[in-house]
């Protein structure tokens, strides 16, 4: 096995152009960690916010972009169990995903569901530990809920619908085409909304407001998302597409004790990340084995053109995921 190993690296702060193949070194597997050859991987938003300068990677990762991927397993760290040499999995990754070889915690990796391709895998681990944990562990959805998520046409409203649907929630989503908002409700989506037509404010409180709202728009949805919510309602706040900054009345905040909660998933801890890994595990991997939900794709693009693949993400004219392929 080659010590070296093509990947992608940002250059410089900017837009799709600065992401130029190079050679690194093959990365080794710390205690905990295993090394993955990768046979796709995932591209997502905070790539891009990487690669324009604006997210920086946590302490001690790959500086290379790339959050997920799926592949081989090929070196153990010491003190790996529950894996082998040659299983195949996809995986959630501190970074480095744009690459022939990758190094992650053996506890954020998962097995390829039974009759899904690594293609597919590729797709599962950021969505899937991003929709879980904010949904349904901060979050709170129940069954019977009336669930609002706003980007449904995206790799995460995708998975969200989805996930929801399964569990018994009541979906509805946004999106800004009618082609969008068809895929939407072909996924399990109650009611799509085409924001550039209708208001979701009204629509939700007519149907008696949003029990829980997953927004990743932020800007003047926020003030919006809260008038949407029915009382005691929650919102998750995962991203700020339109800006982290707004003004709000927190006073319908306190008189209809409503819950304004968030968070990122790259910044949290190892164990954190391992237990929702688990929680997949049990409650989700039967879901995707037996073929009730599974990852929507886009596109594929080889690892070589990762620029292109930025900038069919930044249109927003996708419908799912947008993967690499490495091998």
């Known amino acids: 096995m080659s010590e070296t190993m093509h990947a992608v690296e940002i250059i410089e702060p900017g837009g799709p152009e600065v992401l130029m193949l190079t050679t690194r070194p093959r990365p080794v597997a710390r205690a905990g960690e295993v090394v993955i050859r990768l046979a796709y991987a995932g591209v997502n938003r905070p790539d891009a916010l990487q690669r324009a300068g604006s997210y920086a990677p946590p302490k001690g990762a790959s500086d290379l972009p790339g959050l997920e991927g799926a592949g081989e397993i090929v070196a153990l760290g010491a003190g790996v169990s529950g894996w082998r040499l040659g299983d195949v999995v996809c995986a959630l990754l501190p970074g480095g995903g744009y690459a022939e070889y990758v ?88 009611r799509a909304i085409n924001y550039r037509e209708s208001d979701f404010v009204e629509v939700l409180r007519a149907e008696g407001g949003a029990d829980l709202i997953l927004d990743m728009v932020g800007g003047d949805y926020l003030p919006r998302n809260v008038r949407a919510l029915a009382d005691d309602g929650r919102l998750v706040q995962i991203a700020f597409l339109q800006g982290p900054k707004v003004e709000l009345n927190f006073a319908q905040v306190m008189m209809r004790r409503l819950t304004i909660t968030g968070s990122t998933l790259r910044p949290q801890g190892d164990l954190a990340k391992a237990r929702i890994a688990e929680d997949l595990r049990a409650e989700v991997w039967p879901l995707l084995e037996a073929g009730r939900i599974a990852p929507v794709i886009d596109s594929e693009f080889p690892l070589a053109e990762a620029a292109a693949a930025h900038a069919r993400m930044e249109t927003s004219a996708h419908i799912g995921k947008i993967v690499l392929r490495i091998q």
Not at 148 to 159: D, F, W
Not at 166 to 185: D, H, L, P
């Open 103 to 190: 190094a992650t915690p053996a506890a954020h990796c998962l097995p390829v569901p039974a009759g899904m391709d690594l293609k597919e895998a590729a797709c599962l681990p950021e969505t899937f530990f991003t929709v879980w944990s904010n949904v349904f562990q901060r979050g709170g959805l129940k069954g019977g809920e009336r669930f609002l998520v706003h980007g449904g046409s995206s790799g995460i409203g995708t998975t969200a619908i989805q996930l929801a649907h399964a569990f018994g929630a009541r979906v509805f989503a946004t999106a800004g085409s009618a082609e969008k908002c068809a895929v939407c409700e072909d996924l399990g989506a109650e």
